[in-house]
């Protein structure tokens, strides 16, 4: 079986490499030997062993009868999208790891592959070599899915890390970041959030069967965490994480991306460094969790592979069902309840006790001149109504019990 792998960046040597070094294991779960045919790169690689198969012009590939699934992990929408396409309309399979791709046109690509009889496949898209994509479309069949919550950007998971337990700058612990090879080359998509909103757009998707647009999406990076946040979460034993989640409330759909302060009472709090993790609560399941390393070569072209051997697996056969094109209506997030953790200048300490309903005050070691607390439950909208009455330092969504954190520690 003849593949072609588009881009030799991070993820398409990722790809090289593990096909190049276990070609008896891949041609053993695949039922038949799989060769790479071509690697399309717009550079050159002298002294590089893809040397030999590497070509510059896409239609040398679209073109060639021999090969059948083409591997995508170029990245960007354009000309990604374009050539997808062409390759599913020409019934060639496709595996990509290209998150942009899959949040903007994963329902048109899969209705191509669908009537093609083959497969546009993206396990790599979400949460790099964790296995969410085929769980979600082929083993939680039986489920109606009512939250989806991941921290699905290991930059971003491993700053906050970093922040955590080394007390570092936000700026250092990107740099560092950066080198390892997690970033995104634009470091907004992983800080601002919105690469964990690609992905939640992918997952939400993924489970109501419908489009969801991540540019509906409420989205807030981890920009604004500072280290003093950091510090009254380590005073009442708390992390703070990236969340991408949606869920259903009174037969509502909210989805956000936001940072949140959870306990040692929630699943996702022990989901540290660059690894990301995914929670899906099903109406008859109850919780399941998919943990692992949620970005890095090996790791994402990891699972890349294993959706290029279920495509030769499957030849002529489509076995992504779920996603149609229909849209899905968000619920406006200024209904949705949550609990906050708030600091304000000391000075707005009465005021602030007026405005929210304190549940609980906290204090940190160090810090002095201001006033922190939990809210109790209360709409997002009446959240915004009450801060802007008052100067807000910071304000965190919580998850959990604030309570019984402390006695967690
Ligand atoms: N920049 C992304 C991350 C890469 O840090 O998770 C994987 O999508």
Sequence with gaps: MKIAILGYGTVGSGVFEIVRSNPEGIARRAGKEIEIKYVL????????????????????IVDDPEVSVIVEVMGGVEPAYSFVKEALLKGKSVCTSNKELVAKHGAELLEIAKQKKENFLFEASVGGGIPIIRPLNQSLTVDEIQEVTGILNGTTNYILTKMRDEG?????????????????????????GYDAGRKIAILTSLAYGMQVDYEDIYTEGITKITKEDIAYANAVGANIKLFGTSKTVDGKVYAMVAPCMIGRDHPLYVVDDVFNAVLVRGNFLGDVMFYGKGAGKLPTASAVVSDVVDAVKHQGVNVMTIWNSRKLELADINTLQSSFFVRVPAAEKEKAKSLFAVDQEVTAEGIAGEYAFFTKPMAEGDFQGAAAKTKVLSRIRVEGTTKKWRNMI
Excluded: I, K, T, W
């Design 41 to 60: 790169d717009l550079r050159d690689f002298p002294g590089n062993p893809v040397e030999e198969v590497l070509v510059h012009d896409f239609a040398q």
């Design 168 to 192: 570092a700058d936000f700026a250092d612990v990107l740099a560092d970041a950066q080198a390892r090879g997690y970033a995104e080359r634009n470091p907004s998509a992983d800080v601002d």
